[in-house]
């Protein structure tokens, strides 16, 4: 297949100034009516139009009305000779909505019609100029049964309705005034019902906002709504955008590649990020629809308004809007302590999905060189690494400074096509003195080299002088194609600790007249770099990349003794919850490197009980100290892993902990049950919920481990009464990880209760094959699961519930030393392309660390990697993983 490369961008040939779409929806056979207005770009030399079309059939194709000559080849359609003036082009063709397995372009779901654009969608609906730089004025007629599909929609505002054919059918026409990339289009024709609130924004303007479901789900739109209202008033207050339509329609559907899609007005949703009430979704299911709502919401400005020249800006739009929701939710969640909670959530999404994407095969820079699929680059360095990359112009710039880089982004390219350079330049162009713009090329290096840069800190305490003086350097380890790295700009977030009282000292570096506060940025850009700290009484203990200020691996010297300072008086809740962190992980490496027997200690012991009967501390972050680094993570510290020998020695710990705080999560259980007067999902109850079912966890384990029957069959009850899902699944997941013989029937009455909800279902498989392992269980469970009447490879929901579940989520469960996960992975991965190539591409990356595994692993992972492979008919999507994979 072919690789497309950055270097190869060339402006089109053509624009495409109208388009006028005419649909006639079957779900069999549809008909699509393309009337465009095309004309010369005048900067190019005169060549043939070439039109990019897939999986279309060719009925008809007119210029200016006239039959003209015309061939197809390589799925595009190509007509020379064309008219030198502004010309009208009108193509015919059909296709067949519900043979569209694989999602993207025009399908059916449920009976309705939904399209999906991004990337490459729209040429699979009519032939077109399928980039995004080529921007077109839409308008669009949709026809279609009317007792089937009664619901026509599509972006901008409806400007005619009527019956046809003496009123079996019906038609809608929509007008969308903004010029919009292809993949911006959308539509969607269903039996659908609808919540709608009209809301006036700050700047005085009156909208309709619709969250439009199937009709048994309306009593699950509310916090969907809710969260749109949010994110209209967030983005007025803080960046001053303002909702350019008179409507903006959110609309649900549950056969969805990806999380959801910003089309223009009219979002198209996977259900996950919808639908939810307290019975159905968990705590985490409210805040994950906030932040996609919020997400799809940004992109409105930072996407449709300003858009990607080429797919390798990805990042221009993804990153941004990534930063956008995280520091949307932030704001939302309110507190400093609530803050710090949601930062930590994003930086272990980072860690845990990003920095293995860096150190694998797939590593690529945040603006990438080249691809084979570009569906295979909407990855975690492109959205959650990129949109660290903005977070640390927003550093270096300050908020206020970052605000007016933005306003200036769009004063300079509002409607444009633009790339990640011109985002940079505008931040530094209004901040001229800040050193982002004095090193703006080189900060630059963020976008063009792959790998996590390693940042090493020492440093040396003079009593007599009463110094302390920081010594810090990078690297930056070979990633494909990229054998060395020049040095980035880092900017490292610092404070000094009291060594004996934990007071925040203050800094003043050598040469200043006075300290600047008890935090401070420093900003690291040579490969090695001394900063001198004066008037210092004590060895202080350095508490680094405070808040995790660069997406970077850093490297101290650091003592338990230390950490256990930082643990117990860093004022940067980040870092306290960090060196909880490294306390546990290097406990977990020391067993896993030696003899395998882990033992928590009295000191770490006595330090996480403190935490626990915190006065202060939130307990939403409570949970997040006192859960152990995750057996991927801690795989990813070791130049060679064992899987089976990282889960015997954390599933030990896990006991310990529960074992020797068996008292105190007692206490804790009881202490931070939520009021039962209704639920809310607002953060401090969503915290309180989180650490009691966490205490259960404990308790649970502790039990079965001495053949207590108490607790689980307090779970039990507490799993049949609850009132709430998270509260259920809290109380089903304590069983089920501690093995409990109370999990089987649990389960059993958990899949009677919500057979008829899908989303629920979801949860159900999730979390039986991401169960810890034990005897080879749970893959067993897993692989019987495949043939459960519940289950479909078909619907992406359901196959990522079982399948990603266990190859991603349960290392223990996946890399079994017969080989039986790799093989089921194999299967799934083709079974999967021949519907799905997005989605088999995606489960396909499970392999990724596959060279850092001990044998007999690798080998078997190796072959298992081949077999797919060595089949002839795969798709780009999966060929270009596993080519990878294997290079
Ligand atoms: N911008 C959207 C990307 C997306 C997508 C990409 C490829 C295939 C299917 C897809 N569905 C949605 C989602 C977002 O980042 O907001
Ligand atoms: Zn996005």
Request: proline residues 5%.
């Amino acid at each position: 297949a072919a690789v497309t490369r950055r270097e190869d961008y060339a402006p089109p040939a053509y624009w495409i100034k109208t388009v006028d779409l005419t649909f006639d929806l079957d779900p069999a056979k549809t008909l699509v009516f393309n009337r465009m207005q095309i004309e010369r770009n005048e900067q190019v030399p005169v060549q043939a139009l070439r039109l990019d079309g897939e999986d279309l059939n060719l009925t008809r194709v007119l210029v200016n009305g006239e039959s003209v000559s015309f061939r197809v080849e390589n799925h595009q359609l190509v007509l020379e000779n064309l008219p030198a003036e502004p010309f009208t082009l009108e193509v015919r063709t059909t296709c067949a909505p519900e043979k569209n397995t694989q999602l993207s372009g025009l399908y059916t779901s449920s009976g309705g019609f939904f399209t999906q654009c991004e990337a490459q969608g729209f040429r699979r609906i009519t032939y077109f100029l399928d980039r995004p730089d080529v921007m077109a004025v839409y308008t669009v007629t949709l026809k279609a049964d009317k007792a089937r599909f009664p619901v026509l929609l599509s972006n901008g505002n409806l400007i005619e309705q009527g019956e046809l054919d003496g009123g079996h059918k019906h038609y809608a026409k929509w007008s969308d005034p903004f010029p919009k990339p292809s993949y911006l289009f959308a539509l969607v024709a269903a039996k659908l019902v609808c919540r709608e609130q009209k809301i006036r924004s700050r700047s005085g303007r009156d909208h309709l906002l619709q969250v439009y479901v199937r009709a048994g789900d309306l009593d699950k739109t509310e916090h969907a709504m809710r969260s749109l209202i949010a994110s209209v008033a967030w983005d007025e207050a803080r960046f001053g955008l303002s909702l350019d339509l008179d409507r903006f329609m959110i609309v649900a559907v549950s056969d969805f590649n990806m999380g959801a899609m910003e089309n223009k007005g009219l979002n198209i949703f996977n259900t996950k990020y919808v639908l939810a009430n307290p019975a159905t979704a968990t705590d985490t299911d409210f805040f994950g629809i906030e932040s996609v709502v919020g997400h799809e919401y940004f992109h409105n400005w930072t996407g449709n308004r300003v858009t990607c020249r080429d797919w390798f800006q990805l990042s221009l739009k993804e990153g941004l809007t990534v930063f956008r929701d995280q520091e949307f939710s932030q704001d939302l969640a309110g507190s400093p302590s609530a803050r710090a909670v949601k930062r930590i959530d994003d930086v272990r999404t980072l860690r845990q999905h990003q920095f293995p994407e860096d150190a694998g095969p797939m590593a690529h820079p945040v603006r990438p060189d080249s691809y084979m699929a570009i569906d295979n680059f909407y990855t975690a360095t492109v959205y959650d690494k990129g949109a660290e990359v903005v977070r640390m112009m927003q550093t270096l710039v300050g908020r206020e400074g970052f605000a007016r880089g933005m306003t200036l982004y769009f004063e300079r390219h509002d409607g444009q096509a633009v790339t990640c350079d011109d985002f940079a330049q505008a931040i530094a162009d209004a901040n001229p003195d800040s050193a982002l713009a004095r090193q703006l090329d080189q900060f630059k290096r963020w976008y063009s080299q792959a790998g996590t840069p390693r940042v090493h800190a020492r440093g040396y305490y003079n009593a007599e002088m009463r110094t302390y003086r920081l010594e810090l350097s990078q690297s930056c380890p070979p990633t494909p194609g990229q054998p060395d790295k020049a040095p980035f700009v880092i900017p490292v977030a610092l404070g000094l600790v009291g060594r004996d009282d934990g007071r925040a000292l203050p800094l003043q570096l050598v040469g200043e007249n006075a300290a600047a506060g008890t935090e401070r940025v420093l900003v690291l850009s040579e490969t090695t770099q001394h900063f001198e700290f004066v008037g210092l009484d004590a060895e202080p203990v350095p508490s680094l990349l405070r808040g995790f200020s660069a997406p970077v691996v850093l490297e101290d010297t650091l003592s338990d003794a230390e950490l256990l300072i930082l643990l117990a008086h860093d004022h940067d809740p980040f870092n306290r919850w960090e060196a909880g962190q490294r306390l546990a992980l290097n406990r977990l490496l020391a067993a896993v490197k030696g003899d395998g027997q882990v033992h928590l200690d009295a000191p770490v012991i006595d330090a996480l009980r403190a935490v626990l009967h915190h006065p202060t501390l939130d307990a939403a972050f409570k949970e997040l100290l006192l859960t152990l680094p995750g057996e991927s993570y801690i795989a990813e510290q070791l130049e060679e892993v064992d899987p089976q020998r990282i889960h015997a020695v954390r599933e030990s710990l896990r006991l310990q902990l529960a074992q020797a705080l068996h008292a105190d999560w007692e206490w804790a259980f009881d202490h931070y049950q939520v009021a039962n007067e209704g639920y809310s999902p607002d953060a401090a109850s969503a915290g309180r919920r989180g650490l009691v079912n966490l205490a259960l966890g404990n308790l649970c384990l502790a039990a079965v481990e001495r053949q207590s029957p108490l607790w689980p069959g307090k779970a039990y009850q507490r799993f049949k009464d609850a009132d709430n899902m998270t509260d259920r699944l809290g109380a089903l997941s304590a069983l089920v990880g501690a093995h409990s013989e109370l999990a089987e029937p649990a389960l059993e009455r958990f899949h009677a209760l919500f057979k008829d909800e899908a989303l629920v279902i979801d949860k159900w498989f999730a979390l039986q094959a991401s169960a810890p392992e034990k005897d080879g269980k749970v893959f067993a469970r897993a692989r019987q699961l495949l043939s459960h009447p519940d289950f479909s490879l078909r619907n992406p929901n359901r196959a990522r519930s079982l399948i990603t579940a266990l190859c991603f989520s349960n290392p223990a469960a996946f890399h079994r030393r017969d080989a039986a996960g790799y093989v089921f992975w194999a299967d799934r991965v083709l079974e999967l392309d021949a519907i799905n190539p997005q989605l088999a591409a995606r489960v396909a990356r499970a392999m990724d660390r596959w060279r850092q595994l001990a044998e007999p692993y690798r080998s078997a992972a190796r072959e298992a990697i081949a077999r797919v492979a060595a089949r002839a008919e795969l798709s780009d999507d999966v060929r270009e993983i596993v080519t990878r994979a294997l290079g």
